[in-house]
Structure formats: structure tokens, C-alpha cells
């Protein structure tokens, strides 16, 4: 199998200048690069920068994938919008982890799987997670936590080790927190068991009187500082800033940490023995569906029977009219009415239908197309 790596960056906040495009150029001739992205792939060779410090420096989100089972996604946040104190209560190891550098805050994740299915194709991937991005700004921790999550699962951490907090609404993902489970092949009975103790919480609808009310009680001098920064542009942002405020402080059961903080830590051993039972109650559940399917199945069979049983005759005469045809077609029917009435006759423990096999065989020996069908039939 060829080697195939995926490299995508995405600049969000702000776009690349001409001169940061031109460095990046430097780096690759064949790469798609934009004001806002850069992405290339490698059947051969390898990606001559450096996916850390381009992040550090021009990017907002990385994601990489190479066909061997490596998985990479990194985003970058402003300081002010996630601490670093946050970011490593859920990232702990090499795989999952937080750093900070020029006011800005990285959290990577990574997962690794060489016995999985082989992927060549990274399109359309980092698209489908980077609203985690805002999630996390807003101050949704669900992300964070399923990076957590995946050094659990990877035995990354110490048995008695206890999760950090829960954020509320793990039992339903937005499309964007599914498809990044789905990239860091989290174990779906691992996430349901860490959702058990996840409470649900409904997001406060916007409210400007509450808004109004709220700015009301801000000191002066703080309102006076904000309008400064403003003014020397120095506070991109400050909106979301002072919802992400708002929020916690007036709907503090919404903030992921805040909600999370009620509920009793579980240790990873916890954790773990809880997706084993989610398995096996899902397996259990697998097994008894299959089980009616298979009833239903029979029953449905033993209908067709009863009613072939009373219009036997007319069936052997189609199967008559079928094999003269002499169309391949035609001859794969005429076997599924064999296979029917073959199992009639065992059902019914008669020994008509080996007579009539016999004389078919007789009399259409000849038909070589045909006779292979009923030796792969076992007629």
C-alpha cells in the first residue's frame, strides 16, 4: 500500500499577510495555500516545516493523517479566552496535550491506531471538527474532556487516576463533537458511560435586558479599560470575553466546569469497568434483536411454504417453462424455486421431490450451464 499523508492548516482569527504566504510557499511548491489555508498531501517525502510552531505562529487549526493509522488535530486559542490551568486538567500526556506560547493557548490531540482501517483521505476533515474551536472559546469543555477520554481509553494514565470535570451534555454531541470522537476513534461505550454522570443543560437564550442589567453592576474603571483596549485595538476578543462572563455568572449551572463540579469524580479503572458493562448490555441487546429477526425470518418462511405447498404442481411447471428458456437469468430462478420446494419436501418428509429431481436431470442433461447449478445447489 503507498504512503499517504494529509496536512491542513486554517487561519481563522485573522488572515495570512502576502509576506507570510511567500514563507509558507518556501516550504512547498505543490501545497493549496489562501489567505486563510494551507494544505498538501505526500504519496512520498514529507512535510518540510514544523506543524507546532506554524500553529504557534499563523494558524488556528492543524489537523494531520497519514494512511499508517496516525491522527493529529491542534488548535490554538487566545489566553484569554482558555487558561492553560483549564486546558490541563483534561490534557494530561504526549497524546493530549496543552502548552502556552506568545499569548496564545495549543491543545493537541493524537491518535494513534497501526491495526485500524487505512484512511487516503483527509478532505473535508478539519472542516468537519474546527467548531469545537468555538465551542471551547464559549466555554464548552466537552472537547477537552474527550481528549481525556482518549487517554484513558489508550491506557495513558494510572488506574486510579480521577477525571476531571464532567461538562454537562455529553449524552447528545453537536456534529462537530461526533465527528472529532469519531477521528480520535473514542470507544462509544466509553463515552456513554462517561455521559452517564454528564447532567443536561439547556444553553440560556440571549436576554439584552439581562444583558443591560449585568453591564449595570461592572465597576467604572473596568468599563473605562475595556473602551480603551478597544480603542487601540487591542481587544479582538472582548464580546466574547464578556458573554463567556455573562454566562458563568449569571447562568452558572450552563458553564461546563461549573456544572461538572457537582457531580462525584469517577476513577479511570470506573470509567473503564463502566464501558465494559455499556458492551456488554449493548451486545446483549445486539443478540436479542438478531434473535427476533431470525424468528421473524422462520415465520415468514414457513408462510411462503404453507402456500406453496398448495400450489405445488404450477411451481415445477414454471420451473419447466424457466429452464427452456435456456437464459442464465431464467436458470438462476428456476434454483430458487428448487431451493423452495427442496425445503418443502424435507419439511414435509417427502420423497416426491428427489423422483422429480432426477427425471429434471434426465431430461435436461444436455444443458451444461444448467447442471452446474444444481450440482452447486446439491441437486
Not at 171 to 180: D, G, N, R, V
Not at 286 to 293: G, L, M
Request: charged content about 30%.
Amino acid at each position: 500500500m503507498s504512503e499517504y499523508q494529509y496536512y491542513e492548516f486554517l487561519a481563522i482569527d485573522r488572515p495570512l499577510t502576502a509576506a507570510e504566504m511567500r514563507v509558507l510557499r518556501s516550504y512547498s511548491t505543490r501545497a493549496v495555500i489562501t489567505p486563510t489555508s494551507f494544505t498538501n498531501h505526500y504519496n512520498w517525502g514529507d512535510f518540510k516545516g514544523n506543524p507546532d510552531k506554524w500553529v504557534e505562529k499563523y494558524f488556528d487549526a492543524f489537523l494531520y493523517l497519514a494512511n499508517w493509522g496516525t491522527h493529529i488535530l491542534k488548535l490554538r486559542f487566545p489566553s484569554e479566552l482558555l487558561s492553560l490551568e483549564t486546558a490541563r486538567e483534561y490534557c494530561q500526556t504526549d497524546f493530549v496535550s496543552a502548552w502556552e506560547k506568545d499569548g496564545k493557548l495549543i491543545v493537541s490531540f493524537e491518535s494513534q491506531d497501526e491495526d485500524g482501517d487505512w484512511e487516503e483521505d483527509g478532505v473535508g476533515l478539519l472542516s468537519s471538527m474546527v467548531s469545537v474551536r468555538s465551542e471551547i472559546i464559549d466555554g464548552d469543555l466537552r472537547a477537552l474532556y474527550l481528549g481525556w477520554l482518549l487517554d484513558a481509553q489508550n491506557e495513558e494514565l494510572e488506574e486510579d487516576d480521577l477525571e476531571p470535570p464532567v461538562p454537562p451534555n455529553l449524552k447528545e454531541l453537536s456534529p462537530s463533537l461526533e465527528s472529532l470522537a469519531n477521528f480520535l476513534r473514542i470507544d462509544a461505550h466509553l463515552l456513554a458511560a462517561a455521559a452517564s454522570a454528564s447532567p443536561t443543560v439547556e444553553k440560556p437564550k440571549e436576554d439584552n435586558k439581562a444583558f443591560d442589567k449585568w453591564i449595570a453592576t461592572l465597576d467604572a474603571r473596568e468599563k473605562d479599560a475595556m473602551l480603551a483596549s478597544l480603542m487601540r485595538g487591542e481587544a479582538d476578543y472582548l464580546g466574547r470575553e464578556l458573554l463567556t462572563r455573562f454566562q458563568r455568572e449569571t447562568h452558572p449551572a450552563s458553564s461546563g466546569v461549573s456544572a461538572a463540579d457537582a457531580a462525584p469524580r469517577r476513577t479511570v479503572s470506573q470509567l473503564l469497568a463502566g464501558a465494559d458493562e455499556f458492551r456488554r448490555i449493548a451486545e446483549k441487546h445486539k443478540a436479542e434483536a438478531k434473535a427476533r429477526r431470525e424468528r421473524a425470518a422462520a415465520e415468514a418462511r414457513n408462510r411462503y411454504l404453507d402456500d406453496l405447498a398448495g400450489r405445488t404442481p404450477q411451481t415445477w411447471a414454471e420451473i419447466e417453462s424457466l429452464i427452456a428458456t435456456k437464459l442464465p437469468k431464467n436458470y438462476d430462478e428456476a434454483m430458487k424455486l428448487l431451493k423452495d420446494l427442496k425445503d418443502l419436501a424435507d419439511r414435509q418428509g417427502s420423497s416426491d421431490f428427489q423422483l422429480r429431481i432426477a427425471a429434471l436431470r434426465a431430461a435436461h442433461a444436455r444443458k451444461s450451464a444448467l447442471m452446474d447449478r444444481l450440482r452447486k445447489l446439491g441437486l
